[in-house]
């Protein structure tokens, strides 16, 4: 299993940026594929981005194309979120995830097996 907590929330202002980390143990990090998730209240989880175990595939939701990176340090065990020109809309509970099985790719959340805790991003006008 990997153990996933993620950190890097905060209230920052539209047009503002953060950097979310989601720190992950486990040896066999580096073979799973990592996503992020968010959930605004009453509202379902709804996918962000991910990045392939290998690094070297990226995906990303319509809503956040252009403004959003996200990016793996497999020596650090850690993925990242970095997002720019934050909007109210970004407004959520940001979590991280891990591929259900290494080595695999990644196609809809049931491909996910591994939850953080979440972190909250609130963006405000």
């Known amino acids: 299993q990997v153990q996933l907590v993620e950190s890097g929330g905060g209230?920052?202002?539209a047009g503002g940026s953060l950097?979310?980390?989601c720190a992950a143990s486990g040896r066999t990090f580096s073979s799973?594929?990592?996503g992020w998730f968010r959930q605004a209240?009453?509202?379902e989880?709804?996918?962000v981005a991910t990045?392939?175990?290998s690094g070297?595939?990226?995906y990303y939701a319509d809503s956040v194309k252009g403004r959003v990176t996200i990016s793996r340090d497999n020596v650090k065990n850690t993925v990242y979120l970095q997002m720019n020109s934050l909007k109210p809309e970004d407004t959520a509970i940001y979590y991280c995830a891990a591929a259900r099985f290494p080595r695999t790719a990644v196609y809809s959340?049931?491909?996910f097996g591994s939850w953080g805790q979440g972190t909250q991003v609130t963006v405000s006008s």
């Open 56 to 58: 070297s595939r990226t």
């Open 32 to 34: 799973y594929a990592m």
């Open 45 to 47: 989880r709804e996918f």
């Open 11 to 13: 209230l920052v202002q």
């Open 51 to 53: 990045i392939a175990w």
């Open 19 to 21: 950097r979310l980390s």
């Open 109 to 111: 959340i049931d491909d």
């Open 41 to 43: 209240p009453g509202k």
